[in-house]
């Protein structure tokens, strides 16, 4: 059983930055994949970036990389996420999440932290 828990968030201005941590108690194999996934209200949950805990590789699928850059540390098993020039449209709940590599869906899930950017 895995347990995630996000924090971080909270106000910021646009153009600012803010970094995101996800603490992953209890067992974390190491051909899992951690991600960053973000819902704006009335929106589709959106999937930033994955990294995989072993081998540290990311995915940013099609997030811009130059504002939002994933990281891991496997010692204290947690999975950060950097973000920069803020924009209003950042705002959003943000949770990070799990799953075995091969798996097709993300298994364990946060709570979600709050980010919120004023123009």
């Known amino acids: 059983q895995v347990q995630l828990a996000e924090s971080g968030g909270g106000l910021a201005q646009a153009r600012g930055s803010l970094r995101l941590s996800c603490a992953a108690h209890g067992q974390t194999a190491s051909l899992k994949l951690m991600a960053w996934v973000r819902q704006a209200p009335g929106k589709d949950r959106e999937l930033l970036a994955t990294i995989a805990w072993s081998s540290g590789n990311a995915d940013y699928r099609n997030t811009d990389k130059t504002r939002f850059i994933i990281s891991r540390d496997n010692a204290k098993k947690t999975v950060s996420l950097k973000m920069y020039n803020l924009r209003p449209e950042d705002t959003a709940i943000y949770y990070c999440?799990?799953?075995?590599?091969?798996?097709?869906?993300?298994?364990?899930w946060g709570q979600g932290t709050q980010v919120t950017v004023s123009s």
């Open positions: 999440a799990e799953r075995l590599v091969h798996d097709s869906s993300w298994v364990y």
